[in-house]
């Protein structure tokens, strides 16, 4: 056994003081307006998110930091609303001060798929093992939201899961041999979802 592997399990794990489960990714509002109501709606959702939006560009991002690449600014830049840059940002420096206290490490603050790209260079694993297991991590959050707010039965939401596997898979590979010109994002739905939150006047999410 790896032991890094079980340590980048334990940073991305929802133990791991993120404050994760306050984020819903824009997923609220399409909940609210009604776009997703079942199991098979999440997973369309969840799939356009991985492959053409945040998924893709995180991953992305994360693996260039993790070579490297000094991203932040990049990062910062491709947030297309105001909840999103505050959903990254907080949930990056929740998990550089948590790495450092425990590493010694001196990681300065960064958005999260950055935060962890440059923690990830001291790991044994490579890019798209990295990069998988974030992705796994941002989808599960946003399945167990939604099983508590649509509702969605558990096991519902573990099959969405376990269908988003080969998704995620394909993602990470793409993203660890990918360049910055690469970084793309085409999930309007999402972008558009994430913006109106921010005047949704009942809601139990921050974004």
Sequence with gaps: MNTDLLTLTQWLSPSFPLGSFAYSHGLETAITDGVVTDADSLLIWLTDLLEFGTGAMDATLLCLAMGGDDMEATA????????????????????????????????????????????????????SEVAALYLHSFASNLISGAVRFVPLGQTDGQKVLMALHPVIERIAARAASARPADIMSAAFGGDMAAMMHETQEVRIFKT
């Design 76 to 127: 910062c830049a491709l947030v297309s609303s105001r909840e999103r840059f505050e959903e990254t940002n907080a949930q990056g420096t929740a998990f550089v001060n948590t790495v450092n206290d425990m590493t010694g490490a001196t990681h300065a603050p960064a958005p999260l798929p950055v935060a962890v790209g440059v923690a990830a260079r001291d790991l044994s694993l490579s890019a």
